[in-house]
T-cell receptor
Framework: KNQVEQSPQSLIILEGKNCTLQ??????????LRWYKQDTGRGPVSLTI?????NTKSNGRYTATLDADTKQSSLHITASQLSDSASYIC???????????FGRGTSLIVHP | DAGVIQSPRHEVTEMGQEVTLRCKPI?????LFWYRQTMMRGLELLIY????????DSGMPEDRFSAKMPNASFSTLKIQPSEPRDSAVYFC????????????FGPGTRLTVL
């Protein structure tokens, strides 16, 4: 069964600190992995996509990594800001199709 | 582009009533997805269309749910009759194959069934 597991479920950090969110997947065959950010009351917005051949990709203060051998991805947020408070969702399409398997998300709260 | 448009943004109805949610995808996108999000289950794919044709509706919970896409710029998700367990946020998303699986989500419709 295709699964995407995220950890931690929730995280509270102080503004300016760094944090790392984890995503483990069992989806096969693998084509790509995407991280979405979902602000409260809004739809998810894509942050970055990782394909099989990519190990690291940055988008501003967000850096995603992918280890296709261990089927793990991480999202690192540098110098957190209050606006980073959101849910971060890891998504992997199933078997090259358009049917996505979603992680349950990590809820991040950044305190001043 | 205005992005994916959904209406209404909030819907409160009583059990047994019919509910219709509406979606306008981004112009030029040929895939449209309907999702449901709850605290307990997270995001779940209900159904998706390609070029207005339903491709996979295996996520539709039961016969009370139906979805249509009469043209490239409009889709509806209907629940009849509604039940309290249908309370959730329903998202519509669209994508084009040229953007490598990237789905653009609408703002969602928060449905409360009393």
């Amino acid at each position: 069964k295709n699964q995407v597991e995220q950890s931690p479920q929730s995280l509270i950090i102080l503004e300016g600190k760094n944090c790392t969110l984890q995503c483990n997947y069992t989806v096969s065959p693998f084509s790509n992995l995407r991280w979405y950010k979902q602000d409260t009351g809004r739809g998810p917005v894509s942050l970055t996509i990782m394909t099989f051949s990519e190990n690291t990709k940055s988008n501003g203060r967000y850096t995603a990594t992918l280890d296709a051998d261990t089927k793990q991805s991480s999202l690192h947020i540098t110098a957190s800001q209050l606006s980073d408070s959101a849910s971060y969702i890891c998504v992997v399409p199933s078997g090259g199709s358009y049917i996505p398997t979603f992680g349950r998300g990590t809820s991040l709260i950044v305190h001043p | 582009d205005a992005g994916v448009i959904q209406s209404p943004r909030h819907e409160v109805t009583e059990m047994g009533q019919e509910v219709t949610l509406r979606c306008k995808p981004i112009s030029g996108h040929d895939y449209l997805f309907w999702y449901r999000q709850t605290m307990m289950r997270g995001l779940e794919l209900l159904i998706y269309f390609n070029n207005n044709v339903p491709i996979d509706d295996s996520g539709m919970p039961e016969d009370r749910f139906s979805a249509k896409m009469p043209n490239a710029s409009f889709s509806t998700l209907k629940i009849q009759p509604s039940e309290p367990r249908d309370s959730a946020v329903y998202f519509c998303a669209s994508s084009s194959p040229g953007v490598v699986y990237e789905q653009f989500f609408g703002p969602g419709t928060r449905l409360t069934v009393l």
